[in-house]
């Protein structure tokens, strides 16, 4: 059985990422930076109707175009658009410029029809039904734990609230798309994906070939978060144009695009009551909620089935009655986002968690540790108060001194992680050289550094001396990367790749000890072929389950309503940490998509034209460098757990413990992300509230 | 004014109208005129471009690049559709997230909002072209040890806004970096390690950030 290494040089350590030297030089091919021979420039054009009977659409004029060598149908026949930016045609050509012309040449006859892009406008019954089956929101049934009414008469203390969230779009920097290649009934995508083998099924699906027909590559991918598991209509119509044209085709969405179609994290409304014993023990919790997934599951490829989330997030509650409910509205269907339902739920959670500490006048850390049944995080609680100096920051709710107010707040976050299924080989070759091969794919997260650093550790190597290829399903499989399950898969797998590598090097070699020094003389025995070794993950490496728990201070200017985040301190439980550098970047970056989430980041709906209102950078805004608070990390070390993955946890509490912060500052809670300027002068009064 | 002459006014470019006051009312000798007909004499000399392609010269990384492309192909697509240069990305297209900065001359400039006709007659330097005989540059080389980047699509951009804030400022502060930076957008949150690597590439020393600690050992 393949077992960690009890001496680690590079498992754990700084080692560098492997492909950092050619992410900042222009050397890593993206696949939008793919050029095959004779390639085309693919376009799509979208619905400008919210929602729309299509009746005809006419490629011809736009066909004849100089420069265009294929357009074709999103859909034959007649169909009704539910959103806008619905894929209508597209076309492939020349230049990017013959395909804007040619967008313009199409021509659409479709029949407007009435829609509905706001959750409040769409739970009413009058609103036009975004599906005619089935009602836009049906009020939910109520699900009851225990006797929740006598429950609430029991407690010393109740409170009740309403939290909210945005949609948030997922906004990789590189656009989901692909350039497709045909050779013959043989297809090649190079995909802008977080699943190889999850976009090849998809395309064989949709194309009609057989599976082995199809190879998909992403040697380097410009982010996913979720919303990059399938092919996509912009996958299938990248295809069928390139089929068409006889060429390969290069389809990339825009950001315009990337904003109305391709996923986002569903809203959330949050009616919550919840109370607690004298004793400061949770005993009742009550939530109603809706959100919208926009037209939800079913027409959109990765369409999320709806808006609900765990309640009552990471805490025991003996009483409780929860009822959920999506919202259809005439909008992009909601796909996985980073920790799906996770971060509305932490919000909810934990903002009645400090309104009700508050009511009880106990101090919400100490409240987390009487209700919070997780012995990590209690533990990650008492570590990162200390840490965060919480003793000394934390006073009584809006008595911070002077115009800008100071406050601080915390959170915790649940993940499941896990891994499996992951298969890997190795080609040792007779100079001593060796190519790892997995088919897996590397995001940003560091999949291919966390494969070199084991590989160098149990082969007695360098990093740098082991040739990682993934993203490539022509190599063994592996899943695709979601759910924080890449590392715990992939790790196990090359850990017992390098154990069958080190038996057989021996068996071949002769030499009894192979690692190392003794590495190239034992190669150079296996004579002119080289040893061809697979691996595969196994029980006992990794482990599931990860908590985390975040601090957030705040100052808050009461004349401008301007948040600033001064600090982050964040103890996360990292497993057998396998990569210190790149896990530490990933918690970095949880936690600045988590400041996002908190502040700055909404997709507006404009419901009397039913259009998308902030679909680039300019008004959806991102956190930038200048936005930076201080953040401290502290990774806690659980070799014994083995390897977890850490890229989701991370970006849960962060919104939560923000929003404390602010409540604890101003003295009044701000219940709606983001937490804008306006919302903190209206919660103050100074301004009427924001529609 | 009868129906056609209403027509030729709505339809008449800029360039015709400049020449039929130039012909007509310019006569009138006032200085305000004078300075309009010396516009016009520019407007008479520059070259009408398009819409047929043109054949253009860009000089990236020291070398001529000879293309034919449209007037409106913006520097950013000449670079990456119509050459081998993708490096620079193409992100958001409007000159908001600083992924395809490149520097003309020693600027920092959003190729994507600068038409490629226009970025002749300039050293135009990709993040292709910073390392020197094979030898990554000081800025690259600190990205790497400070992993300043993840997925690594926004690298070139900041890569490209740092040196360029280096060249023109050797030793800045962190608010000169952020100031530096402020034009480009990252959604992985490399931002603190960006600063990091910036701090790092202008000799400042840094010290150790993340701590791991042993859950076992903890109370």
């Known amino acids: 059985m393949p077992s960690w290494p009890e001496k680690r040089s590079y498992i754990g350590s700084l080692a560098k ?81 013959a395909c804007l012309d040619a967008l313009r040449a199409i021509e659409v006859e479709a029949q407007p029809l009435p829609f509905v892009v706001r ?17 836009n929101y049906s009020r939910p049934q109520p699900r009851d734990r225990g006797d929740v009414d006598k429950a609430f008469g029991e407690c010393a203390a109740v409170v009740e609230g309403f939290y909210s969230t945005p949609v948030q779009i997922h906004h990789p920097l590189e656009t989901h798309g692909n350039t497709i290649s045909w050779t013959g009934d043989n297809l090649t995508a190079w995909s802008s994906t977080q699943g190889i083998s999850s976009v090849r099924d998809g395309l064989a699906g949709n194309l009609n070939v057989p599976q082995n027909q199809v190879r998909v590559i992403c040697e380097y991918m410009g982010g996913g978060f979720g919303a990059k598991f399938g092919p996509g209509v912009e996958g299938a119509l990248a295809a069928r144009l390139s089929q068409a044209a006889k060429a390969p085709v290069k389809l990339m969405l825009t950001r315009f695009d990337q904003a109305l179609a391709v996923g986002n994290r569903p809203s959330s409304f949050q009616k919550i009551k919840m109370g607690a014993t004298a004793d400061g023990k949770l005993h009742a919790y009550q939530l109603e909620s809706f959100g919208t997934a926009g037209i939800g599951a079913g027409s959109s490829e990765g369409g999320s089935g709806g808006a609900a989330f765990p309640a009552p997030y990471i805490y025991t509650v003996p009483n409780t009655r929860i009822a959920q409910a999506s919202v259809a509205v005439d909008a992009g269907s909601a796909r996985a986002f980073r920790a799906p339902g996770n971060p509305p739920a932490s919000f909810g959670m934990e903002s009645i968690m400090d309104d009700l500490a508050v009511k009880m006048d106990i101090d919400p850390v100490e409240f987390r540790l009487r209700n919070d049944p997780s012995e ?51 080609q040792v070759s007779p100079d001593g050289s060796i190519e790892i091969r997995c088919g897996t794919q590397d995001l940003g997260t560091g999949t291919k550094t966390v494969i070199a650093v084991i590989a160098a550790d149990l082969l007695g190597l360098k990093p740098e001396q082991i040739q990682v290829r993934v993203g490539d399903t022509n190599y063994p499989p592996s899943g695709a990367s ?28 002769g030499l009894a000890e192979v690692r190392g020094e003794n590495w190239l003389a034992a190669c150079k025995k296996l004579g002119v072929d080289p040893l061809l070794v697979s691996g595969k993950w196994q029980e006992g490496l990794s482990g599931s389950g990860a908590g985390g728990v975040q601090f957030a201070e705040v100052a808050v200017d009461t004349d401008t309503g301007f948040v600033k985040v001064k600090k982050i301190t964040c103890i996360q439980d990292g497993g057998l940490i396998v990569s210190k550098l790149t896990c530490e970047s990933q918690v970095n970056g949880g936690i600045i998509m988590g400041l996002g989430y908190a502040l700055y980041e909404e997709r507006i709906m404009d419901r009397h034209s039913g259009v998308l209102l902030n679909p680039n950078f300019e008004t959806y805004k991102l956190p930038a460098l200048a936005d930076m608070p201080e953040i401290d990390v502290v990774l806690l070390d659980m070799p014994e757990r083995g390897v977890i993955g850490i890229g989701e946890p991370v970006t849960i509490p962060t919104a939560a413990a923000i929003g404390n912060a602010v409540a604890n500052a101003l003295g009044v809670r701000v219940g709606s992300l983001p937490i804008t300027p306006a919302k903190v002068l209206a919660a103050l009064g100074k301004v009427d509230k924001p529609a | 004014m009868s129906d056609s002459t209403k027509q030729d006014c709505l339809t008449v470019s ?45 000089q990236v990384n020291g070398s001529p690049i000879k293309l034919q492309v449209e007037p409106r192909v913006t520097l950013l697509e000449a670079l990456r559709n119509h050459s081998h240069f993708t490096g620079a990305k193409e992100v958001c297209d409007r000159a908001t997230c600083g992924a395809c900065t490149v520097l003309l001359d020693d600027l920092p400039i959003y190729s994507c909002s600068k038409l490629a006709l226009e970025a002749q007659g300039h050293a135009i330097t990709t993040v292709e072209g910073l390392a020197e005989n094979g030898q990554l540059s000081k800025v690259q080389q600190a990205f790497i040890d400070e992993d300043a980047l993840m997925c690594g699509y926004c690298t070139p951009g900041f890569v490209m806004s740092v040196t360029a804030l280096l060249k023109k400022n050797p030793h800045p502060t962190a608010e000169e970096v952020q100031h530096g930076c402020a034009g480009n957008l990252c959604r992985c949150g490399t931002y603190p390690r960006v600063l990091r690597a910036a701090l790092k590439a202008a000799g400042v020393p840094l010290t150790s950030q993340t701590e791991v600690i042993s859950y076992a050992k903890l109370a």
């Open chain 1, 17 to 97: 990422r492997v492909d950092a030297p050619a992410k900042v030089s222009g050397a890593a091919k993206y696949s939008s930076d793919v050029q095959p021979e004779g390639w085309l420039y693919g376009m799509i054009l979208r619905s400008k109707w919210p929602k729309a009977k299509i009746t005809k659409i006419n490629l011809e004029k736009a066909a004849r175009l100089p420069g265009i060598k294929a357009a074709v149908l999103a859909r034959e026949g007649e169909r009704i658009v539910r959103f806008y930016g619905e894929e209508l045609a597209a076309v492939a050509g020349l230049t990017k410029q």
């Open chain 1, 119 to 135: 959750e409040e406008d769409a739970r009413e019954e009058s609103s036009p039904r975004v599906w005619d089956e089935q009602p």
């Open chain 1, 376 to 426: 990590v995080r209690q533990k990650e609680y008492r570590l990162g108060a200390e840490r965060f100096g919480w003793k000394q920051k934390y006073k009584k709710p809006g008595t911070s001194p002077g115009p800008i107010k100071t406050g601080v707040g915390c959170a915790g976050a649940r993940w499941a992680t896990g891994g499996g299924g992951t298969q890997a080989q190795a």
């Open chain 1, 482 to 509: 979601g759910g924080s399950t890449t590392c715990p898969s992939v790790a196990p797998a090359i850990c017992d790749l390098c154990t069958n590598v080190l038996q057989e090097l021996q068996k071949h070699s």
């Open chain 2, 14 to 58: 800029r360039r015709a109208f400049l020449k039929t006051f130039g012909t007509s009312a310019a006569v009138a000798a006032t200085a305000q005129v004078e300075a309009v007909a010396e516009e016009l004499q520019k407007a008479n000399q520059e070259k009408i471009y398009g819409p047929e392609t043109v054949p253009i010269t860009l």
